[in-house]
């Protein structure tokens, strides 16, 4: 109807003045449409609310979690085009109350509170822009693997069940974006040294004592620095980075995970568009890198090759293969205080998608495995999502656990069923 109305005003305006010419009386109808348009919402608030369990069938864990998510964004502009932005994401896990097959509540798997991204960002001028607070910073060209992607920490309390994308943590840092024709240019400042949450003692995934930490402090002394040029170019984009930050790889010494392993980063990144395949390339040289037993440190190069297939209708298949090489290497890191780390590490990830009745329904299968033939253990994961309306979707699968090294070995009982319910708002 209002199209109708619009397209009866315009074409009366125009038979008006169609001997005079269009000086007289279209301005005027045009002002009189645009003050029926309503002005852009300032503030944005959406999210999801998430009952997610799983049943282990492989141990005497069972039903393994019974969990309640919140994940809360807000987007509020201001008067001057500033935006602040939020996210908040809560669980609480009621199965450490229905079950005594958990003889601890391991830390932090209970209940948790985290504003995970809190910042403001605008415009200094037309090609420079600010960022400030809490937020997530993205490098590099891999979906599953992480050679450059090096400033934010990942949730990894139940590994291999959820992507990447959705499990980094917000890091405070001040940033600036300068824009240049197809270029950027970004500069950070990262105020805050936070850490992977990995698992612990009690829960599935670890069987022995948490250690104490040493983690550094965020003062003006442990401040980081990021910088990075990034291009997207018609058919190929790339990035160069450069990162002095503390790693995110603690060791072990006197009886203490130290996190104080800071270490500079230079790394390059490279996707090429051919045909219907996407080539990624990644490669990135660490220095000073601390291992336990060791009184001098180690340099490490990490390199990443990957190809993605999109030919597929409303699908696409990928394979990505990293290698991690420690340099001038030293058999006392082949021990338990470092993990058995080898020279060289190798990791691959192959994932197929596909979506059927109309993208309603998507189908995803990923295996991440360890070792040069793929035989060091790793997991495989099948699921699907099943969107009922805009709002309301169901999903579930399962991941198998697979052994092959000291490290995986332990967690190869760990096979469960998941499922989701979620109501998006």
Same mark, same amino acid.
């Not at 008006?16 to 001997?19: G, K, P, Q, T, Y």
């Not at 403001?120 to 200094?124: A, D, Q, T």
């Not at 170019?233 to 190929?236: A, T």
């Given at each position: 109807?209002k199209?109708v109305?619009?397209?009866l005003?315009l @074409? $009366?305006?125009f038979l008006?003045?169609? +001997?005079e010419?269009f000086d007289?009386?279209? #301005?005027?109808?045009?002002?009189?449409? &645009?003050?029926t348009?309503?002005?852009?919402?300032?503030?944005?608030?959406?999210?999801?609310?998430?009952?997610?369990?799983h049943?282990?069938f492989?141990n005497d864990?069972n039903?393994?979690s019974?969990?309640l998510?919140?994940d809360?964004?807000t987007?509020y502009k201001?008067?001057?085009?500033?935006k602040?932005?939020?996210n908040?994401k809560?669980?609480?896990d009621?199965i450490?109350?229905?079950?005594n097959n958990?003889?601890?509540?391991p830390?932090?798997?209970e209940?948790? @509170? $985290?504003?995970?991204?809190l910042n403001? +960002?605008?415009?200094?001028s037309t090609?420079? #822009?600010?960022k400030i607070?809490r937020? &997530?910073?993205?490098?590099?060209?891999s979906d599953a693997?992480?050679?450059t992607?090096v400033l934010?920490?990942?949730?990894n309390h139940?590994?291999g069940?959820?992507d990447?994308k959705?499990?980094?943590l917000?890091?405070?840092m001040?940033k600036l974006?300068?824009y240049?024709?197809?270029?950027?240019?970004?500069?950070?400042i990262?105020h805050?040294n936070r850490?992977?949450?990995?698992?612990?003692?009690?829960?599935?995934f670890k069987k022995?004592?948490?250690?104490?930490e040493n983690?550094?402090?965020?003062d003006l002394?442990?401040?980081?620095?990021?910088?990075?040029?990034?291009?997207e170019?018609?058919?190929?984009d790339?990035?160069?980075?450069f990162?002095?930050t503390?790693?995110?790889?603690?060791y072990f010494?006197?009886?203490v995970?130290?996190?104080d392993?800071r270490?500079k980063?230079?790394g390059?990144?490279?996707n090429?568009?051919?045909r219907?395949f996407?080539?990624k390339?990644?490669v990135?040289?660490f220095?000073?890198i601390?291992?336990?037993g060791?009184?001098?440190?180690?340099s490490r190069?990490d390199?990443l090759?990957g190809?993605e297939?999109?030919?597929i209708?409303?699908?696409?298949?990928?394979?990505e293969l990293a290698?991690?090489?420690?340099n001038h290497?030293d058999?006392?890191?082949?021990?338990?205080?470092?993990?058995f780390?080898?020279?060289?590490s190798?990791?691959?990830?192959?994932?197929?998608?596909?979506s059927y009745?109309?993208?309603?329904l998507?189908?995803?299968?990923?295996a991440?495995?360890?070792?040069?033939?793929?035989d060091?253990?790793?997991?495989?994961?099948?699921?699907?999502d099943?969107?009922i309306?805009?709002?309301?979707?169901i999903?579930?699968?399962?991941?198998d656990?697979?052994?092959?090294?000291?490290?995986?070995?332990?967690i190869k009982n760990?096979d469960?069923i998941?499922t989701k319910?979620?109501?998006?708002?």
């Open positions: 109807m199209l109305l619009l397209f005003l @074409l $009366n305006a008006l003045n169609a +001997e010419g007289d009386g279209f #301005d005027d109808n045009i002002d009189d449409i &645009i003050t348009t309503l002005p852009p919402e300032k503030n944005i608030v959406y999210g999801s609310v998430n009952l997610e369990t049943y282990n492989n864990k039903l393994s019974t969990k998510l919140l809360l964004t987007d201001m008067d001057n085009g500033f602040v932005n939020s908040l809560a669980y609480h009621f450490f109350y229905a079950s958990y003889e601890t509540t830390s932090g798997y209940s948790e @509170l $985290n504003l995970n991204e403001i +960002e605008g415009n200094i090609n420079l #822009d600010f607070g937020q &997530i910073v993205v490098w590099g060209k693997i992480r050679i992607d934010n920490p990942l949730d139940t590994p069940l959820i990447i959705n499990l980094r917000g890091r405070f001040s974006d300068y240049q024709d197809n270029l950027k240019f970004s500069t950070a990262l805050e850490f992977s949450k990995n698992p612990k003692f009690g829960s599935d022995s004592i948490d250690l104490s983690k550094p402090n965020n002394k442990n401040t980081g620095i990021a910088l990075s040029l990034t291009g170019f018609s058919g190929y790339f990035g160069v980075y990162a002095d503390y790693l995110d790889k603690p010494k006197d009886g995970l130290q996190f392993n270490s980063m230079l390059l990144a490279y090429k568009v051919v219907s996407l080539l390339t990644e990135a040289y220095n000073n601390k291992y336990a060791l009184t001098d440190t180690r190069i390199a090759i190809v297939y999109t030919g209708s409303d699908g696409s298949i990928s394979y290698l991690r090489k420690i290497y058999d006392i890191i082949n021990t338990q205080s470092n993990n780390t080898q020279q060289e190798y990791q691959h990830a192959l994932r197929f998608t596909q009745l109309n993208q309603t998507n189908l995803t299968a990923i991440g495995v360890f070792g040069k033939k793929g060091a253990g790793g997991f495989a994961r099948t699921s699907l099943y969107a309306d805009d709002k309301l979707s999903s579930g699968g399962i991941i656990y697979i052994g092959g090294s000291t490290t995986t070995d332990s760990n469960r998941f319910i979620s109501y998006a708002f």
